[in-house]
C-alpha cells in the first residue's frame, strides 16, 4: 500500500515515519508534505492508496487540499492534537481520526480499517470490469456499482445524475431511487463516460443528458432534469455541454 504523509511539524512527522518504518514495512512511503499548497503539488504527482494527513498547517487547513480536489479515490487518515476537527474529518470521508501523538495502537487500528477499504475496492473493481465485459454490448446495458454488500446492477438508461460524496457517489435513479456507491466520482467517470449520454458537467455531477431539459444561463449556468433536479455546471465545463445538447 503506497502512502504520503501531510505533516508540518518535524518531531509529530518523524514518529510517523518512524512507526510506520517499524510496524508497517509493507506501506511505501511515496512522499511528504507540509502545507496545502505542497499537498496538493504532491498528490498530483503521486497515486496513494492512503493519505496521512494533520489539520492544521501554515497555510489553511488539510481540508482546503480536499476541496480543490475532483475526487479523492484514496483512504483518508487524519491526525490533530485537537478533537474539535473529528467531525468534520468523518464527514469529508476520513477513514479514521487520531489523536496526537500517533501511537503504534491508535495508528494500527486506523490502517487496519483503511487496508480492508483498499482491498474491498481493489476486489470490486476486478470483478465490475468483468461483469461490465459481460454486459457490454447487450440490449439493456448495465454498469455495476459496488456498494457495502456487494454489486448492485443498474441499467444505463435509469441514471439520472451522479452526485460525489467524499470517497462516495450518490447515483440518482428513476422513480426517485437512490444508490450510494464506494467509488469515487472520478472512478465512475471512467466508466460511464465511454457512453456518449454521460458528461461531467461540475466536480460534484455527473449527468445523463438525455434527461436534461433545460439550461438556465449563468456563469456555468445550471441543467434542469426531467424530475425537477437543479444542477449546478461549472464555467469550464459550460462549452463542452451546451455543444453536445446541441448536437455539436
Known amino acids: 500500500m503506497n502512502a504520503i504523509i501531510i505533516e508540518d511539524n518535524t518531531i509529530d512527522l518523524l514518529n510517523l515515519e518512524s512507526l510506520l518504518s517499524k510496524y508497517f514495512p509493507e ?5 511528504h ?6 499537498g496538493i503539488e504532491l498528490l498530483s504527482t503521486t497515486k496513494p492508496d492512503l493519505v496521512i494527513s494533520d489539520v492544521q498547517l501554515p ?3 488539510s481540508f482546503d487540499i480536499l476541496n480543490q480536489l475532483d475526487s479523492f479515490p484514496f483512504q483518508l487518515i487524519v491526525i490533530s492534537a485537537f478533537d474539535s476537527y473529528a467531525m468534520n474529518a468523518i464527514k469529508i470521508g476520513a477513514i479514521d481520526y487520531i489523536l496526537k501523538p500517533a501511537t503504534k495502537v491508535t495508528l494500527e487500528n486506523a490502517i487496519n480499517k483503511a487496508k480492508v477499504h483498499v482491498d474491498q475496492k481493489i476486489r470490486m473493481e476486478q470483478m465490475s470490469m468483468m461483469l461490465q465485459t459481460y454486459y457490454k454490448g447487450s440490449p439493456a446495458q448495465r454498469i455495476a456499482l459496488p456498494n457495502s454488500e456487494g454489486l448492485r446492477f443498474v441499467k444505463l438508461d435509469e441514471i439520472l445524475y451522479c452526485k460525489a460524496e467524499g470517497n462516495y457517489t450518490y447515483f440518482y435513479l428513476l422513480n426517485n431511487r437512490k444508490e450510494i456507491v464506494s467509488q469515487t466520482l472520478k472512478e465512475v467517470e471512467t466508466k460511464l463516460s465511454q457512453y456518449d449520454t454521460f458528461l461531467r458537467i461540475h466536480k460534484s455531477f455527473m449527468v445523463n443528458l438525455k434527461y436534461v431539459v433545460d439550461y438556465k444561463k449563468g456563469r456555468g449556468g445550471q441543467v434542469i432534469l426531467e424530475d425537477n433536479s437543479e444542477l449546478e455546471v461549472a464555467p469550464d465545463k459550460k462549452e463542452a455541454l ?3 445538447l446541441q448536437g455539436k
Open 59 to 61: 497555510d489553511g487547513v
Open 27 to 31: 506501506i511505501v512511503i511515496l512522499g
Open 242 to 244: 451546451l455543444k453536445r
Open 33 to 38: 508534505a507540509t502545507s496545502v499548497k505542497s
